[in-house]
């Protein structure tokens, strides 16, 4: 980051430091090296982490908003690329600025278990640095994606030390418990048509709708599908040319259409 440009602007023109560090924050974007031109609107997605009520550092003091300058940082990801594997340390708590994210973990024979999929503004990877373990699952990039990374040195002496962000991590934590939980009932009790019916609600309810109102904003694999569903590729292939067979969905590759949300709802339910 051009360090001394900034301190240049900020003497000759006397700004603050809240310009400061919208300045800093600038120059960082300029630095994200860009695959094949593309361009990421990264400067709205960090200004979300900071300012958006739905993000959790908005909880900070503006001079831990300030302090947050020092110890962030975005990195780039192509469509499928690995952010960490499973048994790597973390390395600073990531928060998705853009793109898709999916975590899963490695069973029996290599096949794979997405246990959630993160949208922008959600945590990956915080329970192992909150916990000082090793990652137990792994993430890879759905789409190009930026990823904000905050030091382990900030989280644990700055953030932690404000109570009303760290009841949101508890509460964060809390809530992934309790999905997980409900999940592994879903996964191992309901039958092929409810978990799969299940697992397109959620993707609905995770990234929603193109602008048409049925789309789901999310292109998944039919594998990807089947690891989200615990079944194999082939059973989700058939299953969803069933649904599509009923009305309930229209598949024009990976693009799926929602056409009965009432009735995939009582599938689900009826599991």
């Known amino acids: 980051m051009p360090e001394n440009l900034v301190a240049l602007i900020w003497n000759e023109y006397k700004i603050t430091d809240s310009e400061y560090f919208?300045?800093?924050?600038?120059?960082?974007?300029?630095?994200?090296?860009?695959?094949?031109?593309?361009?990421?609107?990264?400067?709205?997605?960090?200004?979300?982490?900071?300012?958006?009520?739905?993000?959790?550092?908005?909880?900070?003091?503006?001079?831990?908003?300030?302090?947050?300058?020092?110890?962030?940082?975005?990195?780039?990801?192509?469509?499928?690329?690995?952010?960490?594997?499973e048994g790597d340390k973390p390395t600073g708590f990531m928060i998705l600025v853009n793109g898709k994210v999916k975590i899963f973990k490695e069973g029996v024979g290599g096949r794979e278990q997405i246990i959630r999929m993160a949208k922008p503004l959600g945590?990956?990877?915080?329970?192992?640095?909150?916990?000082?373990?090793?990652?137990?699952?792994?993430?890879?990039?759905?789409?190009?994606?930026?990823?904000?990374?905050?030091?382990?040195?900030?989280?644990?002496g700055y953030?932690?030390?404000?109570?009303?962000?760290?009841?949101?991590?508890?509460?964060?934590?809390?809530?992934?418990?309790?999905?997980?939980?409900?999940r592994t009932v879903t996964l191992t009790?309901?039958?092929?048509?409810?978990?799969?019916?299940?697992?397109?609600?959620l993707l609905a309810d995770k990234y929603g709708y193109e602008n048409d109102g049925f789309t789901l904003r999310a292109y998944l694999s039919r594998e990807d599908i089947a690891n989200l569903s615990n079944m194999t590729t082939s059973n989700a292939i058939r299953t969803l040319s069933t649904f599509a067979s009923e009305k309930v969905i229209a598949i024009d590759g990976r693009k799926i259409k929602i056409l009965d949300?009432?009735?995939?709802?009582?599938?689900?339910?009826?599991g």
């Not at 709205?44 to 940082?73: A, C, N, P, R």
């Not at 000082?132 to 030091?151: D, K, N, R």
């Not at 109570?163 to 409900?182: D, V």
């Open 123 to 156: 945590l990956i990877g915080y329970r192992a640095l909150l916990g000082e373990e090793s990652h137990i699952a792994s993430a890879v990039t759905l789409e190009e994606s930026t990823i904000c990374s905050i030091s382990a040195e900030f989280i644990f």
């Open 189 to 201: 009790q309901k039958h092929i048509r409810g978990r799969l019916a299940e697992s397109l609600i």
């Open 22 to 85: 919208n300045i800093t924050i600038f120059f960082s974007f300029d630095a994200i090296k860009h695959a094949g031109g593309y361009m990421l609107n990264s400067e709205l997605g960090v200004k979300d982490i900071i300012d958006s009520q739905k993000s959790i550092f908005y909880l900070l003091t503006q001079e831990e908003k300030e302090e947050l300058q020092h110890h962030i940082s975005l990195s780039h990801y192509k469509k499928n690329e690995f952010v960490f594997k």
């Open 261 to 270: 949300a009432h009735r995939l709802e009582r599938i689900s339910k009826l």
């Open 159 to 182: 953030a932690l030390k404000n109570p009303e962000f760290s009841l949101r991590i508890i509460r964060k934590l809390c809530k992934e418990l309790g999905f997980s939980n409900a």
